[in-house]
């Protein structure tokens, strides 16, 4: 079946630092890739989407592209602040979504 | 928009009684989701409705789950004969039922205690 593999956490850097968080997956078909984001004490919110090979989602300065040649939806973001701390999952599907397990990432002043 | 709202946050039972947890989705949010999360894990899909009729379950939803949502607002999920197997967080999401790859708005869950 469909399946979503995340690197594991935690992750710590320190601010102003280069941030990539793995993602691949497994799937029938040609799925919609997302990230969504829970930061401490809050529901899950989704980051950003992709929705076809070669998309490149993006939003607040976080960026993952959909390579359908890799099978994946790596999340890149060039300068992570204190405030980016917060657990981050890939998904795939449309409505109903399958989610990695998760990469607690920790910023640092 | 208020969000999507879930009562209530915290629930802790004794295993084998039942607990029922309600879900409150976006105003004409067409769709709602249940999910199941553990500690360290993401969230499990278990059920999702259109409107009233619930389209799909998940084989982890055994005979003791059972969720409605019967005038296609609110939603309820059901568990009976709780075991502590059943410990987890329970989320909801909605989302319009516009789109195949729209987003979905979660809540904030209901954290399960089974003792």
């Known amino acids: 079946g469909d399946s979503v593999t995340q690197m594991e956490g935690p992750v710590t850097l320190s601010e102003e630092a280069f941030l990539t968080i793995n993602c691949t997956y497994t799937a029938t078909g040609y799925p919609s890739l997302f990230w969504y984001v829970q930061y401490p004490g809050e529901g899950l919110q989704l980051l950003l989407k992709a929705t076809k090979a070669d998309d490149k989602g993006s939003n607040k300065g976080f960026e993952a592209t959909y390579r359908k040649e890799t099978t994946s939806f790596h999340l890149e973001k060039g300068s992570v602040q204190v405030s980016d701390s917060a657990v981050y999952f890939c998904?795939?599907?449309?409505?109903?979504?399958?989610f990695g397990q998760g990469t607690e990432l920790s910023v640092k002043p | 928009d208020t969000g999507v709202s879930q009562d209530p946050r915290h629930k802790i039972t004794k295993r084998g009684q039942n607990v029922t947890f309600r879900c409150d989705p976006i105003s004409e949010h067409n769709r709602l989701y249940w999910y199941r999360q553990t500690l360290g894990q993401g969230p499990e899909f278990l059920t999702y409705?259109?409107?009233?009729?619930?389209?799909?379950k998940s084989r982890l939803l055994s005979d003791r789950f059972s969720a409605e949502r019967p005038k296609g607002s609110f939603s309820t999920l059901e568990i009976q004969r709780t075991e502590q197997g059943d410990s987890a967080m329970y989320l909801c999401?909605?989302?319009?039922?516009?789109?195949?790859?729209?987003?979905?708005?979660f809540g904030s869950g209901t954290q399960l205690s089974v003792l």
């Open positions: 998904a795939l599907g449309g409505g109903k979504l399958i």
């Open positions: 409705f259109q409107n009233e009729a619930q389209l799909e």
């Open positions: 999401a909605s989302s319009p039922g516009s789109e195949r790859s729209e987003k979905l708005f």
